[in-house]
């Protein structure tokens, strides 16, 4: 039995360090992919407002469909916001938060603030003793 559980252990190991060097190339902010999740992602919702702006004079049931959709690309914006918060969307801290900054405008939400918040979030995340601060709030039975 020992050899079994020795040959297992030895199998995870090559399982996780083989994990470790697949995952390594995406732990690292891209420059290029960034800014190309920036345009692909606030050009179309500013365009997306102006068609709204115009469309306003034709029907406001033309406006409804353009306004779904933008709030679409606004969730795209928080996702950005969210990478931003956790550092990682660029290499460059002040890029972080000067995205985040302009992310967290577009979709009404303090970027200093909701960092800190979102920090405490990991800290505790699990933690049933440590709830109430940037949680999703877990019942139990006691």
Same mark, same amino acid.
């Given at each position: 039995m020992t050899n079994d559980s020795n040959f297992a252990e030895d199998q995870s190991q090559t399982n996780t360090l083989a994990w470790k060097q697949i995952v390594a190339r995406y732990q690292k902010p891209s420059v290029g992919r960034g800014v190309w999740q920036i345009v692909n992602t606030l050009v179309p919702y500013a365009a %997306?407002?102006? /068609?709204?702006?115009?469309?306003l004079a034709v029907s406001w049931w033309l406006t409804l469909p %353009?306004?779904? /959709?933008?709030?679409?690309?606004?969730v795209r914006a928080f996702i950005i916001f969210h990478d931003c918060g956790h550092g990682s969307f660029f290499k460059s801290a002040a890029a972080n938060h000067i995205l985040g900054a302009i992310t967290g405008a577009l979709t009404f939400t303090p970027y200093y603030h909701w960092r800190w918040e979102h920090a405490i979030h990991h800290s505790n995340?699990?933690?049933l003793?440590?709830?109430?601060t940037g949680d999703v709030w877990t019942m139990t039975v006691q």
């Amino acid at each position: 039995m020992t050899n079994d559980s020795n040959f297992a252990e030895d199998q995870s190991q090559t399982n996780t360090l083989a994990w470790k060097q697949i995952v390594a190339r995406y732990q690292k902010p891209s420059v290029g992919r960034g800014v190309w999740q920036i345009v692909n992602t606030l050009v179309p919702y500013a365009a %997306l407002w102006y /068609l709204m702006y115009l469309s306003l004079a034709v029907s406001w049931w033309l406006t409804l469909p %353009l306004a779904v /959709l933008a709030g679409a690309f606004l969730v795209r914006a928080f996702i950005i916001f969210h990478d931003c918060g956790h550092g990682s969307f660029f290499k460059s801290a002040a890029a972080n938060h000067i995205l985040g900054a302009i992310t967290g405008a577009l979709t009404f939400t303090p970027y200093y603030h909701w960092r800190w918040e979102h920090a405490i979030h990991h800290s505790n995340a699990g933690d049933l003793d440590q709830r109430g601060t940037g949680d999703v709030w877990t019942m139990t039975v006691q």
